[in-house]
């Protein structure tokens, strides 16, 4: 049995002095440095295992079984990833170093370790999509790997509240994939709301006139 591991970009900005932060431990539909995909409901069927029994996957550094940080107070699937919070053991050496280098944003990546379950290979893209894996741990760490992955924009997407809100954010964003791919999954949720049904038709030209994302 072999850990994997793939790395995101975390966003510093979201820890509190006590050592809570917030983040993703992986954006779903993005290929990423290794060809890999991550499918939305990989994760499911290990956090439910997690929940039968009382635990969480381990919050370590740099993927140091010898060096946990703390621990996850919650870990879910949304529209877009797999979305944490963490807590850092601030009374611990490594646990106080960590905090002060996250908030000098020295480090910055939050990496997952898993062993992959169910995936498919597609042979003319050269890609593999995971599709269930046996999720771990999520470490903190130096080097992320996934830059396409960045936490800032989603964040700032998953606040957007209205579908103007929406429309306003698409006027002041250069977007990438992955960013475009969560606006239109938040979209999707405002459009649930009947009041503001009839502003999806130029919200919907405004994402079709949309540079090609890189």
Known sequence: MK????DFTLNVKEISEDGTFTGYGS???VVDSYRDIVAK???VKSLNKHKEKGTMPA?????NSA???GVFTSMEEDDIGLKLTGQIAMKTQRGAEAYELMKMKAVSGLSIGFVPQVETFDKKSGITTLTEVDLWETSLVTFPANDEARVDGVKSIEQLSCIKDVEA???DSGMSK????AVISRVKSLARSD???DDLAPLAEAIKNLKSPI
């Open 41 to 43: 409901g990989a994760f």
């Open 27 to 29: 954006v779903f539909d």
């Open 67 to 69: 060096e946990p940080l």
């Open 3 to 6: 850990l994997k591991q793939k």
């Open 59 to 63: 919050l370590l550094w740099q993927h």
């Open 169 to 171: 954010h698409l006027r």
């Open 178 to 181: 992955r960013e475009s791919q």
């Open 195 to 197: 009041s503001e049904a």
